[in-house]
Nanobody, 120 residues
Framework: QVQLVESGGGLVQPGGSLTLSCAVFGGVFSINSMDWYRQDPGKQRELVASISNDENTNYADSVKGRFTISKNHAKKTVYLQMNSLKPEDTAVYYC??????????????WGQGTQVTVSS
């Protein structure tokens, strides 16, 4: 079974930067898309950024111009570079990956989440 392992969260001051990483472990035939979501307690999980197999990217309006999603195909890893962080960016950030196993079964898996706290 495919698993996602996230890293890179932490505490940062407003205006600071963090880079999150999400690595895919396990044998897969394809990774069609990888997304970053975030969730604050009491709120719905929201899509922050996504990147498709052909490198198309999308961002939530609230992070456009500040966050950049990218991936390394060889390492099966997606990154979220977060700049000019604001207190309202504080949340647990989750990675999601969708694709197919070698037997063409689809998968749709989530990482364990990593806490990002923006505070002075």
């Amino acid at each position: 079974q495919v698993q996602l392992v996230e890293s890179g969260g932490g505490l940062v001051q407003p205006g600071g930067s963090l880079t999150l990483s999400c690595a895919v472990f396990g044998g897969v035939f394809s990774i069609n898309s990888m997304d970053w979501y975030r969730q604050d307690p009491g709120k719905q999980r929201e899509l922050v950024a996504s990147i498709s197999n052909d490198e198309n990217t999308n961002y939530a309006d609230s992070v456009k111009g500040r966050f950049t999603i990218s991936k390394n195909h060889a390492k099966k890893t997606v990154y979220l570079q977060m700049n000019s962080l604001k207190p309202e960016d504080t949340a647990v950030y989750y990675c999601n990956a969708r694709g197919y196993y070698s037997d063409f079964r689809p998968y749709d898996v989530w990482g364990q989440g990593t806490q990002v706290t923006v505070s002075s």
